[in-house]
């Protein structure tokens, strides 16, 4: 099962989320969730170094893959924190309705 938790700060911004497990929905390289997560995940990554141009704390498992960590750590201006909001909420969103179509294989917490 894939696990996903959300951390927010005291204003309910999200600072952090972590991936962590496989799917085990369907045979190594075939797998839809995986994929779909893995997809979702890194393309989140990439579009808060493009988009909110700043770079941060990620940390991956290179060799068993299943874990992707990544969290805020520096002070970001009003529009690079509203950008990051919205790439991170829209994660979370994501990863909510992927729950909803396989609950036998994803679970999110906030």
Do not use: R, W
Not at 32 to 58: D, M, R, W, Y
Not at 63 to 89: N, R
């Amino acid at each position: 099962m894939i696990h996903v938790s959300f951390k927010h700060n005291q204003d309910k911004q999200i600072v952090s989320f972590e991936v962590s497990g496989h799917a085990g929905s369907g045979p190594y390289g075939y797998d839809l969730v995986c994929a779909a997560v893995s997809a979702v995940t890194i393309g989140t990554v990439n579009s808060l170094e493009k988009l909110a141009q700043f770079q941060p704390l990620v940390e991956v498992d290179e060799v068993e893959g299943g874990y992707l960590y990544l969290e805020i750590l520096q002070d970001l201006s009003e529009e690079q924190l509203s950008t990051t909001q919205i790439l991170l909420k829209s994660l979370y969103l994501t990863m909510q309705d992927l729950v909803k179509e396989y609950p036998s294989f994803i679970d999110v917490k906030s």
